[in-house]
């Protein structure tokens, strides 16, 4: 692995607590724990891993239309997150771990009902290969049912890491590097990092609470649906947050989507929601009318068969004002990555780590 800025060690064995076992936890953990020297101590603190966690339910491809809205004080920094994260993905998305991590490369169309207004540093000047930009012919054939037509779209080469895949391998990682795990829910970060030389604050909407009561911490609830639909080979990303990406596995289901509503914490499923997916997907690739009928055998349904799964819920740990990766005492906070958790998890780990070795370095503690 490489990143905290390209393995840069600090020099005396330390005890790292690690609060949160999503993306962002296990990707500052992992390298935390190759950033310190032998004989340093990694913890992951957390009270759900795996399926439990948020990370879980993201779609997985790396879309990302504007780091100003990332660090809107600070661009040129969550352009550097972006790159890092990115590089890494692909170096795993093009090597042999590629399939065992569930990071594979991903052609993807994003198509909107006019051109986004400028904005710097977007995806398009950061995909491998550049984008190219899609004719109004190109738009009116492949995508005629979208209600009014669409004005722009462009194609481009990603990255596609399923959560489902990606973070249970970056867990084995960190396990068969000696690193431990506790499940418990914590208190407050002085619980988490008691005998520790400094604590990782990674716990998505539980982070703002932790670091003392962030007011800017809130959920950003999404609901997806995953039908089978092999034939779907390229991500798709439409007005309205419309979505659907293939996943990692070979054979396994497609994840569509979605909905972004802010300040909800529900963690229901609604069918009202799951019918306007069902629409608006639909509407964008008419080819996923057959997946949602082969859910239980009713057009249009959804449902748990062999075929598909129960729509998931997840709710996006956002905060105005952007991710916040901060130290702060003996603590070091990376958290309110909203939707962008597996694009920035590593870049933002990367920063993270950066800042808790230059902690540990003078000598800040518990």
Same mark, same amino acid.
């Given at each position: 692995?490489?990143?905290?800025r390209?393995?840069?060690?600090?020099?005396?064995?330390?005890?790292?607590?690690v609060v949160?076992?999503?993306?962002v936890?296990?990707?500052?953990?992992?390298?935390?724990?190759?950033?310190?020297?032998p004989?340093?101590?990694?913890?992951?603190?957390?009270?759900?891993?795996n399926a439990?966690?948020t990370s879980w339910?993201?779609?997985?491809?790396?879309r990302?239309?504007?780091?100003?809205? @990332?660090?809107?004080?600070?661009?040129?920094?969550?352009e550097?997150?972006?790159?890092?994260?990115?590089?890494?993905?692909?170096?795993l998305a093009? #090597?042999?771990?590629?399939?065992r991590?569930g990071v594979?490369?991903?052609?993807i169309?994003?198509?909107?009902?006019e051109?986004p207004?400028?904005r710097?540093?977007a995806?398009?000047?950061?995909?491998?290969?550049?984008?190219?930009?899609?004719t109004p012919e190109?738009?009116?054939?492949?995508f005629?049912d979208?209600?009014?037509?669409?004005g722009?779209?462009?194609? *481009?080469l990603?990255? @596609?890491?399923?959560p489902?895949?990606?973070l249970?391998?970056?867990?084995d990682?960190?396990l068969?590097?000696?690193?431990r795990?506790?499940?418990?829910?914590?208190?407050s970060?002085?619980?988490?990092?008691?005998?520790a030389? @400094?604590?990782?604050?990674c716990a998505g909407?539980?982070?703002g609470?932790?670091?003392?009561?962030d007011?800017?911490v809130?959920?950003?609830?999404?609901?997806?649906?995953?039908?089978?639909?092999?034939?779907?080979?390229r #991500?798709?990303y439409?007005?309205d *947050?419309?979505?659907a990406?293939?996943?990692?596995?070979?054979?396994?289901?497609?994840?569509?989507g979605?909905v972004?509503q802010a300040?909800?914490y529900?963690?229901?499923?609604?069918e009202?929601?799951?019918a306007?997916?069902?629409?608006?997907?639909?509407? @964008?690739?008419p080819?996923?009318?057959?997946?949602?009928?082969?859910s239980?055998g009713?057009?249009g349904?959804?449902?748990?068969?062999?075929t598909?799964?129960p729509?998931?819920?997840?709710?996006r740990?956002?905060r105005? #004002?952007?991710?916040?990766?901060a130290?702060?005492g003996?603590?070091?906070?990376?958290?309110?990555?909203? #939707?962008?958790?597996?694009?920035?998890?590593?870049g933002?780990?990367?920063?993270?780590?950066?800042?808790?070795?230059?902690?540990?370095?003078?000598?800040?503690?518990l």
């Amino acid at each position: 692995f490489q990143s905290a800025r390209e393995q840069q060690r600090w020099g005396r064995p330390a005890r790292v607590a690690v609060v949160g076992a999503g993306l962002v936890g296990a990707s500052v953990a992992l390298q935390a724990q190759s950033a310190l020297p032998p004989g340093s101590s990694v913890t992951i603190i957390a009270d759900a891993f795996n399926a439990g966690t948020t990370s879980w339910v993201a779609a997985g491809a790396f879309r990302v239309e504007s780091v100003e809205e @990332l660090s809107p004080d600070s661009p040129d920094r969550a352009e550097r997150w972006c790159r890092d994260s990115l590089r890494h993905l692909s170096r795993l998305a093009f #090597g042999p771990a590629g399939p065992r991590a569930g990071v594979a490369p991903l052609p993807i169309v994003q198509v909107a009902r006019e051109p986004p207004p400028r904005r710097r540093y977007a995806y398009s000047d950061m995909a491998p290969g550049g984008c190219r930009e899609l004719t109004p012919e190109e738009l009116l054939t492949q995508f005629p049912d979208w209600p009014g037509g669409l004005g722009f779209g462009i194609e *481009s080469l990603s990255v @596609l890491a399923d959560p489902r895949l990606y973070l249970p391998w970056l867990l084995d990682q960190f396990l068969a590097a000696g690193g431990r795990i506790e499940r418990r829910r914590v208190a407050s970060l002085e619980e988490a990092g008691a005998g520790a030389d @400094l604590v990782f604050n990674c716990a998505g909407l539980e982070a703002g609470r932790l670091a003392g009561g962030d007011p800017a911490v809130h959920p950003v609830r999404g609901q997806v649906a995953r039908v089978r639909a092999p034939w779907l080979k390229r #991500g798709f990303y439409g007005p309205d *947050s419309t979505y659907a990406y293939p996943s990692a596995a070979p054979g396994d289901l497609a994840t569509v989507g979605g909905v972004r509503q802010a300040g909800d914490y529900c963690l229901t499923a609604r069918e009202s929601d799951a019918a306007d997916i069902r629409t608006r997907a639909v509407r @964008l690739l008419p080819g996923l009318a057959a997946a949602f009928a082969d859910s239980d055998g009713r057009p249009g349904a959804t449902g748990a068969t062999s075929t598909s799964q129960p729509d998931f819920v997840g709710l996006r740990p956002a905060r105005h #004002g952007g991710i916040r990766v901060a130290a702060e005492g003996y603590a070091v906070h990376c958290y309110g990555h909203g #939707g962008h958790g597996v694009a920035l998890s590593w870049g933002t780990a990367a920063e993270a780590v950066e800042l808790g070795l230059a902690r540990l370095d003078g000598g800040a503690k518990l």
